[in-house]
């Protein structure tokens, strides 16, 4: 697409216009994700409860519904059974993690390469390479990366309701406040930074390193512009969110006259509405992240700009010399 529109706004939309197979790739690799994800998460948990022995008294104390009475059930049901299942699931978080690496890694190098080839300036661009290893090394960087911050995140909410039982409201609140938007600020600047790098590895045929030093030195140059396709673009997303949390619950009115199980369809459509266009949106600004990077390489001329015409050269003339 050597045509470019007015702005990166409008040519990240214009590119899923352009290429729609670029929406269908980059949902193929989320939703098969999600999918197995989901799969093993409930498979897992279903073979935890199978391998779990109820006897009649449990039984019988979990029909009185007593507080006191359910968790001495639970503690007797759950005896030597809760640390297996605490590491069985973090094995499966270690594998979903992996698995997420490299679905990431194999869908963003497509749809990356395919941008990089439609907003290329040249006429006939050079070979792109996939650059599978470093975007690999990327992707796992950001999944352990947003691990670590959501475990910091969990460790000061955890941390602050332990302090605000013991009646130290400021310690609580200072752990609540610091420790949580600490966590989220630093884990979601990075994570921004490790989501745009997999663009130079692609484009510039960058290691990891080096992709993610220019991504660094792109937003520096660059801060103003994108920051602001960030802030149109999180507006957007807050109103797509905003309509689609209203449509999901609207069926809730015909309780009464509509099946259950047809309002429950119905709600899962939305949602996954909601998660198609949430996609839609990322892949329109990363376009548009693509081409930024393009008009800084090649900067557009501004209208009415005449360069100067370089001055003619002047023959040196050879004198001819008459040989007689």
């Not at 590119?15 to 999600?34: D, I, Q």
């Not at 503690?75 to 978080?93: D, K, P, T, Y």
């Not at 609207?250 to 309002?263: E, K, M, N």
Request: charged letters at 15%; a neutral charge.
């Amino acid at each position: 697409m050597a045509h470019r529109a007015h702005s990166p706004f409008s040519d990240g939309f214009a590119a899923m216009v352009h290429e729609p197979a670029l929406f269908v790739a980059e949902l193929t690799w989320r939703w098969c994700f999600g999918l197995a994800a989901w799969g093993l998460v409930v498979t897992s948990i279903a073979l935890f409860l199978d391998s779990l022995t109820i006897s009649g008294g449990d039984r019988f104390l979990l029909s009185t519904f007593q507080p006191r009475l359910l968790s001495g059930a639970l503690r007797h049901i759950l005896r030597g059974s809760l640390s297996r299942f605490l590491w069985e699931q973090v094995a499966l978080l270690l594998g979903l993690t992996l698995l997420w690496a490299f679905a990431a890694t194999a869908g963003r190098a497509a749809t990356l390469r395919r941008l990089v080839a439609m907003f290329s300036a040249e006429e006939e661009p050079a070979t792109i390479s996939w650059e599978f290893g470093s975007i690999f090394r990327l992707c796992l960087l950001r999944a352990m990366w947003t691990l670590i911050a959501l475990t910091a995140i969990l460790a000061s909410l955890v941390g602050g309701v332990l302090l605000a039982t013991n009646h130290s409201g400021g310690k609580a609140a200072a752990v609540l406040v610091l420790g949580t938007g600490l966590s989220w600020g630093f884990g979601g600047v990075l994570n921004w930074f490790m989501g745009l790098a997999p663009l130079f590895c692609v484009r510039n045929q960058a290691i990891a390193s080096e992709a993610l030093a220019q991504s660094v030195d792109f937003f520096s140059r660059q801060a103003g512009r994108l920051c602001g396709l960030g802030f149109v673009f999180a507006l957007l997303r807050l109103v797509w969110a905003g309509t689609m949390f209203l449509v999901v619950f609207a069926p809730l009115r015909l309780a009464h006259h509509v099946a259950r199980g047809w309002i429950a369809l119905f709600m899962a459509t939305v949602v996954m509405v909601y998660f198609a266009g949430a996609d839609l949106l990322y892949l329109a600004r990363l376009g548009a992240y693509v081409s930024l990077t393009e008009d800084e390489s090649h900067p557009a001329e501004a209208p009415g700009e005449v360069h100067p015409a370089e001055p003619p050269t002047i023959a040196e003339v050879v004198p001819v010399v008459d040989p007689n």
